[in-house]
């Protein structure tokens, strides 16, 4: 699995061994050997689980409210609210045109909505969801000025997507508060939003 250059060794850290566990065509967990800048004469021994460069958008109306589709999460066994997200499939995701590509198609497969016209997609940088054991990693978009597509959904059964949905400002800041909303990648755009005076 091609590793974002995010990952590269870098300023002190040096990768001794990567021995593979298991691989498909999602994950790949190595058992990693790396000298790290507080322990430069013994390397550290991690578990590490490595997947492809993702997107995550936060699509925008023009009425200002936010775009949400609710998903079945096995892993957690729940369904919950999120921005719409996906894996960048393309061998180059280091290239911010694949990248951004990947995200509008996200976008529009899984809401039904697209950029207008005089739309933005704005680039607000990269999440980790769980840097203590895994190295993905979300590229973040602001989708200002979505509307329906005529195209509509393309997400395919295995996904779980359930519903989809415009939430306001308020609606969407109480489900935070409360904790209807407890995507990390969603917290973190939204975060990430609200820190640039976008929310």
């Not at 589709?69 to 919950?80: F, G, T």
Request: glycine share 8%.
């Amino acid at each position: 699995m091609k590793k974002s250059p995010l990952i590269a060794d870098k300023e002190g850290w040096r990768t001794v061994r990567e021995e593979s566990k298991y691989k498909d065509k999602y994950v790949e967990v190595t058992l990693d050997e790396v000298f790290t800048p507080t322990r430069p004469d013994k390397p550290a021994h991690w578990t590490v689980v490595h997947r492809k460069t993702a997107v995550i958008v936060a699509p925008l109306t023009a009425a200002g409210e936010l775009i949400l589709v609710r998903q079945e999460r096995i892993p957690a066994r729940l369904h919950q609210w999120e921005f719409p997200a996906g894996q960048v499939d393309e061998e180059d995701s280091t290239d911010e045109a694949v990248v951004r590509a990947a995200a509008l198609r996200e976008l529009r497969e899984e809401t039904g909505y697209e950029l207008a016209a005089d739309g933005e997609l704005i680039n607000l940088g990269v999440s980790f969801s769980s840097p203590g054991f895994t190295d993905e990693h979300c590229h973040m978009y602001l989708a200002k000025g979505v509307v329906h597509s005529k195209e509509g959904t393309a997400y395919d059964d295995g996904e779980g997507i359930t519903d989809c949905r415009a939430f306001t400002r308020g609606e969407f800041r109480r489900m935070v508060a409360e904790g209807e909303l407890n995507d990390a990648h969603t917290l973190s755009l939204y975060a990430r939003m609200c820190a640039r005076g976008i929310e």
